[in-house]
Protein backbone atom coordinates (compact mmCIF):
# COMPACT_ATOMS: atom_id res chain seq x y z
CA UNK A 1 0.00 0.00 0.00
CA UNK A 2 1.30 3.34 -1.08
CA UNK A 3 2.16 5.59 1.83
CA UNK A 4 -1.34 7.91 0.76
CA UNK A 5 -3.20 5.31 2.11
CA UNK A 6 -1.55 5.78 5.21
CA UNK A 7 -3.02 9.20 5.78
CA UNK A 8 -6.55 10.77 5.70
CA UNK A 9 -8.15 14.11 4.66
CA UNK A 10 -9.14 15.81 7.83
CA UNK A 11 -10.87 19.06 7.96
CA UNK A 12 -9.33 21.77 5.49
CA UNK A 13 -7.40 18.86 3.82
CA UNK A 14 -4.58 18.13 6.53
CA UNK A 15 -4.35 14.24 7.01
CA UNK A 16 -3.59 12.41 10.35
CA UNK A 17 -1.73 9.15 10.88
CA UNK A 18 -3.19 6.16 11.15
CA UNK A 19 -1.52 5.09 13.90
CA UNK A 20 -2.25 8.55 16.14
CA UNK A 21 -5.41 7.98 15.39
CA UNK A 22 -5.58 4.19 17.14
CA UNK A 23 -3.58 5.56 20.04
CA UNK A 24 -6.00 8.41 20.74
CA UNK A 25 -8.78 5.93 20.94
CA UNK A 26 -7.04 3.38 23.27
CA UNK A 27 -6.08 6.30 26.02
CA UNK A 28 -10.16 7.52 25.50
CA UNK A 29 -11.20 3.72 26.06
CA UNK A 30 -8.73 3.17 29.48
CA UNK A 31 -9.82 6.88 30.86
CA UNK A 32 -13.65 5.56 30.27
CA UNK A 33 -12.53 2.43 32.37
CA UNK A 34 -10.70 4.23 35.16
CA UNK A 35 -14.04 6.10 35.79
CA UNK A 36 -16.24 3.38 35.80
CA UNK A 37 -14.15 1.93 38.32
CA UNK A 38 -13.68 5.03 40.55
CA UNK A 39 -17.71 5.59 40.47
CA UNK A 40 -17.95 1.33 41.46
CA UNK A 41 -15.79 1.56 44.42
CA UNK A 42 -16.86 4.94 45.73
CA UNK A 43 -20.38 3.41 45.73
CA UNK A 44 -19.40 0.60 47.86
CA UNK A 45 -17.44 2.55 49.89
CA UNK A 46 -20.41 5.06 50.83
CA UNK A 47 -23.61 2.81 50.52
CA UNK A 48 -25.43 2.78 53.99
CA UNK A 49 -25.32 0.19 56.24
CA UNK A 50 -28.78 -1.09 57.16
CA UNK A 51 -29.10 -0.51 61.16
CA UNK A 52 -29.66 -3.35 63.37
CA UNK A 53 -33.43 -3.87 64.37
CA UNK A 54 -33.02 -6.20 67.55
CA UNK A 55 -32.43 -3.19 70.62
CA UNK A 56 -30.18 -4.50 73.45
CA UNK A 57 -32.08 -5.23 76.52
CA UNK A 58 -31.88 -2.80 79.54
CA UNK A 59 -30.54 -4.55 82.86
CA UNK A 60 -32.92 -3.94 85.61
CA UNK A 61 -33.76 -5.69 89.41
CA UNK A 62 -36.89 -7.12 90.10
CA UNK A 63 -39.27 -8.14 92.95
CA UNK A 64 -42.37 -9.50 93.27
CA UNK A 65 -44.93 -7.81 95.20
CA UNK A 66 -46.32 -9.03 98.29
CA UNK A 67 -48.56 -9.71 101.23
CA UNK A 68 -48.11 -8.58 104.83
CA UNK A 69 -50.19 -7.27 107.80
CA UNK A 70 -48.33 -4.19 107.62
CA UNK A 71 -48.27 -1.83 110.93
CA UNK A 72 -49.83 1.69 110.34
CA UNK A 73 -48.15 3.98 112.82
CA UNK A 74 -48.64 7.92 113.02
CA UNK A 75 -45.78 10.15 114.70
CA UNK A 76 -44.99 13.48 116.50
CA UNK A 77 -42.61 15.85 118.11
CA UNK A 78 -42.64 14.90 121.92
CA UNK A 79 -40.82 15.92 125.19
CA UNK A 80 -39.23 13.46 127.92
CA UNK A 81 -41.05 13.62 131.04
CA UNK A 82 -40.36 12.51 134.37
CA UNK A 83 -43.25 10.96 136.27
CA UNK A 84 -41.94 12.76 139.35
CA UNK A 85 -39.67 15.57 140.29
CA UNK A 86 -38.78 17.03 143.61
CA UNK A 87 -37.49 20.40 144.20
CA UNK A 88 -35.72 19.57 147.66
CA UNK A 89 -36.22 23.03 149.96
CA UNK A 90 -35.10 23.05 153.50
CA UNK A 91 -38.18 23.35 156.39
CA UNK A 92 -36.59 24.98 159.39
CA UNK A 93 -33.77 27.86 159.17
CA UNK A 94 -29.60 27.39 159.92
CA UNK A 95 -26.21 27.12 158.82
CA UNK A 96 -26.15 24.88 156.01
CA UNK A 97 -23.05 22.62 157.45
CA UNK A 98 -23.14 19.27 155.13
CA UNK A 99 -23.74 18.38 151.82
CA UNK A 100 -24.20 14.66 151.69
CA UNK A 101 -24.26 14.38 148.17
CA UNK A 102 -22.36 14.11 144.75
CA UNK A 103 -24.48 16.70 141.98
CA UNK A 104 -25.73 13.62 139.34
CA UNK A 105 -26.12 10.64 141.79
CA UNK A 106 -28.53 8.32 141.97
CA UNK A 107 -30.23 8.20 145.52
CA UNK A 108 -32.93 6.21 147.23
CA UNK A 109 -36.13 7.52 148.92
CA UNK A 110 -34.92 8.46 152.76
CA UNK A 111 -30.95 9.17 151.34
CA UNK A 112 -29.49 11.61 153.64
CA UNK A 113 -29.11 14.80 151.58
CA UNK A 114 -27.41 17.69 153.82
CA UNK A 115 -27.39 18.63 157.22
CA UNK A 116 -28.16 21.55 159.06
CA UNK A 117 -26.67 23.16 162.28
CA UNK A 118 -28.98 21.15 164.52
CA UNK A 119 -27.75 22.86 168.03
CA UNK A 120 -30.72 25.26 167.95
CA UNK A 121 -33.03 22.82 167.92
CA UNK A 122 -31.79 20.48 170.11
CA UNK A 123 -31.62 23.07 172.57
CA UNK A 124 -35.56 23.91 171.77
CA UNK A 125 -35.99 19.79 172.56
CA UNK A 126 -34.45 19.83 175.61
CA UNK A 127 -36.18 22.77 177.05
CA UNK A 128 -39.25 21.48 175.92
CA UNK A 129 -38.94 18.84 177.67
CA UNK A 130 -37.80 19.96 180.65
CA UNK A 131 -40.84 21.99 180.92
CA UNK A 132 -42.79 18.91 180.43
CA UNK A 133 -41.31 16.81 183.21
CA UNK A 134 -41.87 19.67 185.62
CA UNK A 135 -45.41 20.47 184.93
CA UNK A 136 -45.80 16.57 184.92
CA UNK A 137 -44.50 17.13 188.73
CA UNK A 138 -47.07 19.56 189.19
CA UNK A 139 -49.85 17.81 187.83
CA UNK A 140 -48.90 14.80 190.47
CA UNK A 141 -49.07 16.76 192.90
CA UNK A 142 -52.12 18.36 192.09
CA UNK A 143 -53.86 14.80 191.62
CA UNK A 144 -53.13 13.99 195.15
CA UNK A 145 -54.30 17.26 196.44
CA UNK A 146 -57.74 16.52 194.81
CA UNK A 147 -57.72 12.85 196.19
CA UNK A 148 -57.28 14.82 200.20
CA UNK A 149 -59.77 17.27 199.49
CA UNK A 150 -62.46 14.64 198.23
CA UNK A 151 -61.95 13.09 201.39
CA UNK A 152 -62.06 15.70 203.89
CA UNK A 153 -65.08 16.52 202.18
CA UNK A 154 -66.61 13.14 202.06
CA UNK A 155 -65.69 13.23 206.06
CA UNK A 156 -67.16 16.53 206.56
CA UNK A 157 -63.53 18.68 207.37
CA UNK A 158 -63.37 20.00 204.49
CA UNK A 159 -65.25 22.04 202.38
CA UNK A 160 -66.79 21.42 198.97
CA UNK A 161 -65.78 24.52 197.47
CA UNK A 162 -61.72 23.32 197.97
CA UNK A 163 -62.56 20.11 196.71
CA UNK A 164 -63.69 21.71 193.43
CA UNK A 165 -61.07 24.05 193.02
CA UNK A 166 -58.50 21.06 193.77
CA UNK A 167 -59.97 19.62 190.85
CA UNK A 168 -60.23 22.18 188.71
CA UNK A 169 -56.32 22.88 189.16
CA UNK A 170 -55.81 18.85 188.20
CA UNK A 171 -57.71 19.82 185.13
CA UNK A 172 -55.54 22.67 184.29
CA UNK A 173 -52.16 21.17 184.83
CA UNK A 174 -53.53 18.06 182.57
CA UNK A 175 -53.81 20.67 179.82
CA UNK A 176 -50.68 21.88 180.60
CA UNK A 177 -48.95 19.13 179.96
CA UNK A 178 -50.47 18.40 176.52
CA UNK A 179 -49.51 21.56 175.37
CA UNK A 180 -45.79 20.79 176.52
CA UNK A 181 -45.97 17.13 175.04
CA UNK A 182 -47.21 19.20 171.95
CA UNK A 183 -43.97 21.51 172.39
CA UNK A 184 -41.51 18.64 172.69
CA UNK A 185 -43.26 16.79 169.23
CA UNK A 186 -42.87 19.98 167.54
CA UNK A 187 -39.25 19.97 168.99
CA UNK A 188 -38.49 17.12 167.37
CA UNK A 189 -40.03 16.99 164.03
CA UNK A 190 -37.99 20.53 163.89
CA UNK A 191 -34.60 18.54 164.65
CA UNK A 192 -35.53 15.88 162.26
CA UNK A 193 -36.08 18.80 159.95
CA UNK A 194 -32.17 19.25 160.05
CA UNK A 195 -31.31 16.13 158.26
CA UNK A 196 -32.67 16.75 154.42
CA UNK A 197 -33.69 13.31 153.34
CA UNK A 198 -34.48 12.44 149.76
CA UNK A 199 -38.48 11.95 149.33
CA UNK A 200 -38.20 10.10 146.43
CA UNK A 201 -36.11 7.72 144.23
CA UNK A 202 -33.98 9.42 141.53
CA UNK A 203 -31.07 11.51 140.64
CA UNK A 204 -29.95 14.48 141.90
CA UNK A 205 -29.29 17.26 139.85
CA UNK A 206 -26.86 20.52 140.18
CA UNK A 207 -26.64 21.57 143.76
CA UNK A 208 -28.44 25.34 143.94
CA UNK A 209 -27.08 25.98 147.64
CA UNK A 210 -22.96 25.78 148.96
CA UNK A 211 -22.37 24.05 152.08
CA UNK A 212 -22.01 26.64 154.78
CA UNK A 213 -24.78 29.30 153.42
CA UNK A 214 -27.44 30.59 155.91
CA UNK A 215 -30.61 28.89 154.69
CA UNK A 216 -34.39 29.86 155.91
CA UNK A 217 -37.43 27.80 155.29
CA UNK A 218 -39.33 30.37 152.58
CA UNK A 219 -36.58 30.67 150.45
CA UNK A 220 -37.79 30.36 147.14
CA UNK A 221 -34.47 28.55 145.69
CA UNK A 222 -34.20 24.65 147.04
CA UNK A 223 -31.61 22.63 147.60
CA UNK A 224 -31.26 20.57 144.91
CA UNK A 225 -34.23 18.75 142.42
CA UNK A 226 -34.64 15.11 141.97
CA UNK A 227 -35.87 13.79 138.75
CA UNK A 228 -37.02 10.44 138.55
CA UNK A 229 -35.80 8.30 135.74
CA UNK A 230 -37.31 5.25 135.54
CA UNK A 231 -39.88 4.37 135.14
CA UNK A 232 -39.94 7.49 132.46
CA UNK A 233 -42.80 9.39 130.19
CA UNK A 234 -42.94 11.09 126.95
CA UNK A 235 -45.81 13.37 126.09
CA UNK A 236 -46.34 13.93 122.49
CA UNK A 237 -49.36 14.94 120.33
CA UNK A 238 -51.29 13.90 117.15
CA UNK A 239 -54.05 14.90 115.07
CA UNK A 240 -57.10 14.86 116.29
CA UNK A 241 -58.11 12.76 112.51
CA UNK A 242 -56.31 9.83 114.46
CA UNK A 243 -58.22 9.89 117.43
CA UNK A 244 -61.05 7.12 116.32
CA UNK A 245 -57.75 4.52 115.61
CA UNK A 246 -56.22 5.64 118.92
CA UNK A 247 -59.51 4.56 120.50
CA UNK A 248 -60.28 1.36 119.07
CA UNK A 249 -56.82 0.59 119.61
CA UNK A 250 -56.42 1.45 123.33
CA UNK A 251 -59.71 -0.02 124.39
CA UNK A 252 -58.42 -3.33 123.24
CA UNK A 253 -54.74 -3.21 124.78
CA UNK A 254 -52.18 -0.48 125.28
CA UNK A 255 -50.87 0.64 122.29
CA UNK A 256 -47.19 0.05 121.04
CA UNK A 257 -45.19 3.33 121.14
CA UNK A 258 -41.43 3.91 120.08
CA UNK A 259 -39.49 6.76 120.84
CA UNK A 260 -36.46 8.00 118.33
CA UNK A 261 -33.95 10.83 118.40
CA UNK A 262 -35.66 14.17 116.92
CA UNK A 263 -34.66 13.12 113.18
CA UNK A 264 -35.87 9.88 113.81
CA UNK A 265 -32.97 7.91 112.84
CA UNK A 266 -32.25 5.55 116.03
CA UNK A 267 -34.75 4.03 117.93
CA UNK A 268 -34.05 4.79 121.53
CA UNK A 269 -36.81 2.98 123.56
CA UNK A 270 -40.28 1.19 122.89
CA UNK A 271 -43.18 1.56 125.69
CA UNK A 272 -46.79 1.63 125.72
CA UNK A 273 -49.26 3.91 125.64
CA UNK A 274 -51.08 5.38 129.03
CA UNK A 275 -53.07 8.49 128.28
CA UNK A 276 -55.00 9.75 125.84
CA UNK A 277 -56.09 13.92 126.74
CA UNK A 278 -59.24 14.24 127.36
CA UNK A 279 -59.74 17.12 125.13
CA UNK A 280 -58.59 18.85 121.83
CA UNK A 281 -56.43 21.45 121.77
CA UNK A 282 -59.07 23.85 120.21
CA UNK A 283 -56.51 26.07 118.67
CA UNK A 284 -53.72 23.31 116.60
CA UNK A 285 -56.40 20.59 116.64
CA UNK A 286 -54.53 18.05 117.75
CA UNK A 287 -54.60 15.62 121.14
CA UNK A 288 -52.40 15.16 123.88
CA UNK A 289 -50.69 11.35 124.50
CA UNK A 290 -48.46 10.34 127.11
CA UNK A 291 -46.55 7.15 126.82
CA UNK A 292 -44.50 5.32 129.40
CA UNK A 293 -41.19 3.49 129.79
CA UNK A 294 -39.19 1.39 131.57
CA UNK A 295 -36.18 3.18 130.80
CA UNK A 296 -33.52 0.80 133.15
CA UNK A 297 -30.60 1.83 130.74
CA UNK A 298 -31.15 5.33 131.00
CA UNK A 299 -31.64 5.90 127.32
CA UNK A 300 -34.40 8.67 127.93
CA UNK A 301 -33.62 11.74 129.46
CA UNK A 302 -35.74 14.75 130.96
CA UNK A 303 -36.77 17.39 128.65
CA UNK A 304 -35.14 15.60 125.73
CA UNK A 305 -36.92 16.35 122.33
CA UNK A 306 -37.90 13.30 120.75
CA UNK A 307 -39.83 11.74 118.29
CA UNK A 308 -42.80 8.91 119.04
CA UNK A 309 -44.66 6.76 116.92
CA UNK A 310 -46.84 5.04 117.91
CA UNK A 311 -48.85 2.16 116.39
CA UNK A 312 -52.54 2.96 115.72
CA UNK A 313 -53.40 -0.31 113.90
CA UNK A 314 -52.65 -3.36 111.46
CA UNK A 315 -53.64 -3.37 108.05
CA UNK A 316 -54.35 -6.99 107.46
CA UNK A 317 -53.21 -8.89 104.03
CA UNK A 318 -51.90 -5.72 102.30
CA UNK A 319 -50.13 -6.17 98.71
CA UNK A 320 -46.88 -4.30 99.45
CA UNK A 321 -43.76 -3.63 97.33
CA UNK A 322 -40.55 -1.44 98.12
CA UNK A 323 -41.34 2.21 98.09
CA UNK A 324 -38.44 2.64 95.37
CA UNK A 325 -40.39 0.96 93.06
CA UNK A 326 -42.90 3.23 92.93
CA UNK A 327 -42.93 6.39 90.16
CA UNK A 328 -44.94 9.18 89.61
CA UNK A 329 -45.77 10.99 86.98
CA UNK A 330 -48.27 13.44 85.26
CA UNK A 331 -50.99 10.71 85.63
CA UNK A 332 -50.23 9.77 89.09
CA UNK A 333 -48.62 6.72 90.35
CA UNK A 334 -47.36 3.21 88.53
CA UNK A 335 -44.84 0.63 88.26
CA UNK A 336 -43.28 -1.50 85.47
CA UNK A 337 -44.31 -4.93 85.99
CA UNK A 338 -42.20 -7.59 83.86
CA UNK A 339 -44.04 -9.58 81.31
CA UNK A 340 -42.86 -13.59 81.05
CA UNK A 341 -41.15 -12.28 77.36
CA UNK A 342 -39.48 -9.88 79.48
CA UNK A 343 -41.18 -6.96 78.49
CA UNK A 344 -42.63 -4.42 80.52
CA UNK A 345 -46.13 -3.13 81.22
CA UNK A 346 -46.52 0.39 82.94
CA UNK A 347 -49.04 0.02 85.39
CA UNK A 348 -51.06 2.66 87.04
CA UNK A 349 -51.56 2.20 90.45
CA UNK A 350 -52.97 3.76 93.75
CA UNK A 351 -51.03 3.72 96.83
CA UNK A 352 -51.82 3.23 100.26
CA UNK A 353 -49.85 4.06 103.95
CA UNK A 354 -45.78 3.64 103.31
CA UNK A 355 -44.15 1.74 106.46
CA UNK A 356 -40.53 2.15 106.39
CA UNK A 357 -39.21 0.80 102.98
CA UNK A 358 -42.43 -0.38 101.27
CA UNK A 359 -45.30 1.12 100.59
CA UNK A 360 -49.37 -0.34 100.34
CA UNK A 361 -50.65 -0.67 97.14
CA UNK A 362 -54.38 -0.67 96.82
CA UNK A 363 -55.02 -1.24 93.26
CA UNK A 364 -53.03 -1.89 90.26
CA UNK A 365 -51.34 -4.80 91.30
CA UNK A 366 -51.41 -8.45 92.47
CA UNK A 367 -49.48 -10.53 94.58
CA UNK A 368 -46.76 -11.96 92.70
CA UNK A 369 -46.43 -9.40 90.02
CA UNK A 370 -42.88 -9.07 89.22
CA UNK A 371 -42.37 -5.30 89.51
CA UNK A 372 -38.95 -3.48 88.49
CA UNK A 373 -37.08 -2.18 91.94
CA UNK A 374 -34.55 -0.23 89.76
CA UNK A 375 -33.63 0.70 86.73
CA UNK A 376 -36.47 2.40 85.25
CA UNK A 377 -35.14 5.50 84.18
CA UNK A 378 -34.45 3.92 80.82
CA UNK A 379 -37.85 2.40 80.27
CA UNK A 380 -40.62 2.97 78.43
CA UNK A 381 -44.13 0.63 77.32
CA UNK A 382 -43.05 -2.75 75.81
CA UNK A 383 -38.86 -2.34 76.65
CA UNK A 384 -37.08 -5.27 76.70
CA UNK A 385 -35.57 -6.22 79.99
CA UNK A 386 -32.94 -8.29 81.43
CA UNK A 387 -33.35 -8.98 85.00
CA UNK A 388 -31.83 -9.66 87.72
CA UNK A 389 -34.35 -11.05 90.39
CA UNK A 390 -34.09 -9.67 94.04
CA UNK A 391 -36.02 -11.12 97.17
CA UNK A 392 -37.70 -9.11 99.70
CA UNK A 393 -35.11 -9.51 102.34
CA UNK A 394 -32.99 -7.73 100.27
CA UNK A 395 -35.31 -5.60 97.94
CA UNK A 396 -34.65 -2.60 100.55
CA UNK A 397 -30.88 -2.72 100.02
CA UNK A 398 -31.08 -3.36 96.18
CA UNK A 399 -33.25 0.11 96.34
CA UNK A 400 -30.89 2.13 98.13
CA UNK A 401 -28.15 1.63 95.84
CA UNK A 402 -30.05 2.48 92.94
Keep these: MSASNDHQNIGNGQQLPLRSRRARIIVVVSLIAMAGT??????????????????????????????????I??????????????????RVDGQLQRIAFIEGQDVQAGDLLAEIDLRPYKAQLDGAEATLQKDL???????????????????GAGTGQAADKAKAQVAI????????????????INLSYTHILAAITGRVGLKQINQGAI????????????TQIHPISVQFSLPQDELPDLLAGQAKAPLQVTVHIRDGSKLLAT?????????????????????????????LWPGELVTARVVVRSDRNTTVVPSAAV????????????????????AKIRTGPTVGDVTALTSGINPGDNIVLSGQSRLTQGTLVSVTQSDNKTASSAARTE
Design 38 to 71: GVFWYGKAYRPVAKSTAAAAIPVTAVKASVRDLP
Design 73 to 90: ERSGLGTVLPLNQVDVKV
Design 137 to 155: AQLASDRTEDARAAKLTIS
Design 173 to 188: MQATVLGDQAAVDTAK
Design 215 to 226: IHANDTTGLVTI
Design 271 to 299: GRLTVIDSQVDTLTGMIKLKAEFDNNDGS
Design 327 to 346: QNGQNGAYVFVINPANTVAL
